[in-house]
């Protein structure tokens, strides 16, 4: 059955009415006016930024770095690119941004831990897990052993391979390494407390390395030799 409304046939019942054509229009619009007003203005800006995990590192040193500016739109804030700051931070080994809506901005920074120290004509560096320098201080740090190597520069093989051995040996053992002579990333040598020391090579096997060194120390001896795990040796 066909009706007719102002003049015009309509099939299947009642023409809709005339606000349906400009509604979606208009929420669009609005959609856009808030998303201009929340990108372009303070309106929802930051009002906080927050630092968690530093601690040789002040707060203020990584606000800092960080650059995060106070009363900036929040859908502004490039997340990546903080962090990109951050990391480039001597200090800092990962850093992770956040946004905390609706105002507040998360830092999140892992800082690097030292486990040696290189010698240089200026003072002591600091060298983490990884083989990075990252910090310089004025005197020999208290329980890390010293870090021997030709080349102190970044990724110098053999103080990669030094810092994969000092890492991989018993907390126990690793207490006991005054030194690690990394001249050669496939002729590595620590020496102990007690005027000892240990030939250990390259870092193949290192773990079967690292297990076996802790009962060879009960033996009396100067000189102990893990080059190959499978025949080890103790001399005087």
């Excluded at 102190?152 to 093989?157: E, H, I, T, V």
Aim: proline share 10%; glycine share 8%; net charge positive.
């Amino acid at each position: 059955m066909r009706r007719s409304t102002g003049g015009r046939p309509v099939r299947g019942g009642v023409a809709p009415p005339p606000w349906r054509r400009w509604l979606l229009p208009a929420v669009v619009a609005a959609a856009t006016v808030v998303a201009l007003v929340l990108y372009f203005t303070p309106l929802l800006g930051v009002r906080e930024v927050r630092v968690e995990g530093n601690g040789a590192l002040s707060e203020q040193e990584v606000l800092a770095a960080a650059g995060v500016e106070l009363g900036k739109p929040m859908l502004q804030v490039d997340e990546e690119q903080i962090a990109e700051r951050l990391r480039a931070v001597p200090k800092v080994a990962e850093a992770g941004v956040e946004l905390a809506w609706p105002s507040a901005v998360r830092l999140r920074v892992t800082e690097r831990v030292p486990v040696a120290y290189l010698v240089t004509g200026t003072g002591f560096q600091l060298v983490d897990a990884g083989g990075v320098t990252f910090d310089q201080v004025p005197q020999a740090p208290a329980g890390l052993p010293r870090l021997e190597a030709r080349h102190a520069g970044p990724g110098d093989p053999a103080i990669t391979a030094a810092m994969t051995v000092l890492t991989a040996l018993p907390p126990a053992v690793r207490a006991e390494v005054t030194a690690v002579i990394a001249h050669n990333p496939r002729d590595l040598r620590l020496h102990l407390r007690g005027d000892r020391e240990v030939e250990w090579g390259g870092v193949r096997e290192t773990p079967r390395k690292a297990a076996i060194l802790p009962p060879l120390l009960t033996r009396p001896g100067r000189v102990y030799d893990v080059t190959s795990p499978v025949l080890p040796t103790v001399a005087q």
